[in-house]
Structures are given as C-alpha cells and as structure tokens.
C-alpha cells in the first residue's frame, strides 16, 4: 500500500511538472510564435555596425528549424547578430523557473536576452550565455543566472515580466551558424 501512495505521488508531481512548461514556439507556424508574435533579425547595423547575416527556416539534421548564419564583427562598436520576438502576453519570471531551447550549432557561445519593463534602452537587457554542439540538444537557462547588461538595471529578472526574448551571436568576430527548432518557458 505505501508503494502505491509513493508511486500515486510521483505520477502527480511528474505531471504537474511537465504541465508547467508554456512551448513559445516549435515551428509549427514557421517564424510565427505560438502567441502570434513575428520573429524579427536584427544586426548591429542598425548602430553603425558591420556584422551580417540571414534568418531562415530550414531542415537540420531531419529537425525543422530557425537557422541564423552570418559573420559578426566588432569593428565600428559592433559585434552582434540576433532573431527576436516580443511576448504578447509578457511572462511574469515568477511564474516559470526559466527559459529552455533546443539548438543545434558549430561548437561556439551565444547568448539568450531578455528585455523587461525595465529594460528601456536598447542596449540593456539580461543575457545568458551557452555553448552549442554539432547535434540536438537543449540548453536550460534558468533565471537567476540571467545577467545584466548595466549597472543600473535591476540586479537580476526575477519578479519582472519579460516582453521579449532574443536568439544572439556576438561579442566576438566569428561565423554564427545556430539553429533552433523549440524554445519556451519551464
């Protein structure tokens, strides 16, 4: 009978757990989100920047996916490639643990941003960084170590609500070649 309580309790929390996660997006409306929120490609062109690069829907690996390939450059006070959706309704931090990806790369970092509220500029944000491999995997990035991008932001994102989230290759000269097949928040 204690077996049953036990295995009764598990089954109940593995459950609650998995119906926690809220997907943004899984491809299955290509470059649309499942809030109805456009992707948008930024480069740090629109700062004076260099860098290039394109956002694509493709098949990597047998797995549909966004592809942002290009080469990033810090010359001219630049250095940043990104695809970008807003959050429409905005995710409260307080109500998941984090944000997870599926990624696919070339063996290089790149970082996930999130704009609140209080992040009005657009250079702040809060940034984590994570490195890819040449397969599938997924990348959990929780919100406690998220980092700020200035000294005058909030010390960290918890509590606020996060109104968008970014894909980013930068902060170095490399090819960028990441492609992401699900993201969302858990």
């Known amino acids: 009978m204690k077996k049953i309580i036990i295995l009764t309790l598990l089954l109940l929390y593995q459950s609650d757990t998995f119906s926690h996660d809220m997907i943004l997006d899984q491809l299955k409306n290509p470059k649309i989100t499942n809030q109805s929120q456009k992707w948008n490609f930024i480069t740090d062109q629109v700062m004076g920047g260099i860098s290039t690069g394109k956002f694509m829907v493709e098949t990597v690996d047998g797995v549909l996916c966004y592809r942002m390939t290009g080469d990033v450059s810090t010359k001219n006070n630049g250095g940043f490639i ?42 702040q944000y809060y940034s984590y960084t994570f490195t ?25 994102i918890l509590g606020q609500s996060i109104k968008s989230v970014g894909l980013v290759a930068g902060f170095d000269n490399f090819s960028s070649d990441i492609c992401l097949s699900e993201i969302g928040f858990y």
């Not at 109500?95 to 609140?116: A, P, S």
């Not at 890819?132 to 960290?156: D, M, V």
């Open 82 to 123: 990104q695809m970008r959706t807003k959050l429409s309704p905005e995710i409260n931090s307080k109500d998941y643990d984090g944000v997870y990806l599926k990624v696919y790369g070339n063996k290089k970092n790149y970082n996930l941003h999130l704009r609140t509220g209080l992040t009005l500029a657009p250079w």
């Open 132 to 156: 890819t491999k040449n397969n599938w995997i997924e990348i959990r990035a929780p919100f406690e170590q998220f980092k700020k991008s200035n000294f005058y932001q909030p010390k960290n």
